[in-house]
């Protein structure tokens, strides 16, 4: 009997113990169980040499770098001959270091700029060739967070399409609406009817503005005139009132506006919305899901921007850090990072057939 007592003793406390340390670990993350999902890196041919890298951040502000390091690191487990050189200046002088010969590879901090895609084919009359490698945050700061729509909290609505955010940002249209000045106009009634609708942004030369430019207003330049314009400012004391804060602070005070900031800045005081493509729907909130998934309509991506001549194969050490890049082990380390959020297999697969 007392041997029996003490075996059903020792399993009780292995069962805590083990119950315990499941409770540390927790359930795995959503973007952890997506990238479990995500074949291995498999090496296609050995490969060595130095990889010259430019890019996203600066000599203070080290955000891809650290990426990076920890990319070269792992990457050298399969190929232990190459070596990373970063030249991190920031994502504006990424391509033109590509279309000069001083980078093989420029690794952004956002989409690819139209204009800087414009300046890489005059001077070498092709374009270059784009690869996404992971999804944007959900609300870290600098970590090409996730543009959302506020409205007052008193606001009765709780979605609008990027057709109808055109209609109120933009001034041309070419999602195919009219001008949407008043509440009304979408559907509001009563004291919402007649009052006009007071939009708040980002300065449309930000690289924010520019985002809104080309994924919600189609590349028009053509904004509201009424639209608020917000940039960072410097207190006294050297920190920094975001922009994005300004905006929603400035929205809690306004019982008619609509803005376009990011949830981390978001009090009491104001709603964000679902937002679809058509008024049709679907609508989507921000998630990680929605984001990797890209079912949400402004979700942003990081790519990777490399010169390949039209016709030509990838060099092959830029081929295998991409696939790297692309794969499970790559991702993995996104992840682990915890700042940006990874691909869904589906992109990975369909960038990894760019390389083809």
């Not at 296609?44 to 891809?64: C, D, E, F, K, L």
Request: aromatic letters at 10%; proline letters at 7%; glycine letters at 8%.
């Amino acid at each position: 009997m007392k041997q029996f007592r003490r075996r059903i003793w020792s399993a009780t406390i292995f069962m805590v113990i083990l119950t315990s340390a499941y409770a540390q670990v927790g359930t795995p993350s959503y973007e952890s169980q997506i990238v479990a999902s995500f074949p291995h890196y498999v090496p296609q041919q050995p490969v060595s040499g130095v990889i010259r890298v430019s890019g996203h951040g600066s000599a203070t502000n080290p955000w891809m770098r650290q990426l990076l390091i920890a990319w070269e690191k792992d990457f050298q487990r399969f190929h232990p001959g190459i070596r990373l050189e970063y030249r991190m200046y920031g994502t504006s002088s990424a391509i033109p270091a590509l279309f000069n010969g001083i980078a093989d590879i420029a690794v952004l901090g956002e989409e690819i700029d139209p204009e800087a895609v414009r300046a890489f084919e005059r001077v070498k009359h092709y374009p270059p060739l784009g690869v996404d490698l992971f999804t944007g945050s959900v609300d870290i700061r600098n970590m090409d967070y996730a543009q959302m729509f506020f409205v007052n909290k008193d606001n009765p609505l709780t979605k609008l399409s990027l057709t109808e955010l055109d209609g109120i940002f933009g001034e041309e249209h070419r999602r195919g609406t009219t001008n949407i000045r008043t509440w009304g106009q979408l559907g509001l009634t009563g004291e919402w009817a007649d009052k006009p609708i007071t939009p708040y942004g980002w300065k449309i030369d930000d690289s924010f503005g520019v985002f809104l430019q080309d994924y919600l207003m189609e590349g028009s330049h053509r904004w509201n005139c009424d639209l608020h314009e917000f940039s960072h400012i410097k207190r006294p004391d050297g920190t920094i009132y975001d922009h994005g804060q300004q905006i929603l602070d400035t929205l809690a005070k306004d019982r008619y506006g609509i803005a376009v900031s990011n949830i981390r800045y978001a009090g009491p005081n104001v709603k964000a919305l679902a937002i679809g493509v058509t008024p049709s729907g679907p609508f989507y909130g921000v998630t990680k899901q929605t984001l990797i998934d890209r079912t949400y309509p402004l979700a942003r991506v990081i790519p990777a921007v490399i010169d390949r001549v039209p016709g030509m194969p990838v060099d092959p050490k830029l081929k295998e850090f991409l696939r790297y890049l692309l794969s499970r082990e790559g991702q993995e380390v996104v992840v682990h990072d915890g700042r940006y959020l990874p691909l869904s297999p589906t992109a990975a697969l369909k960038e990894m057939r760019k390389l083809e």
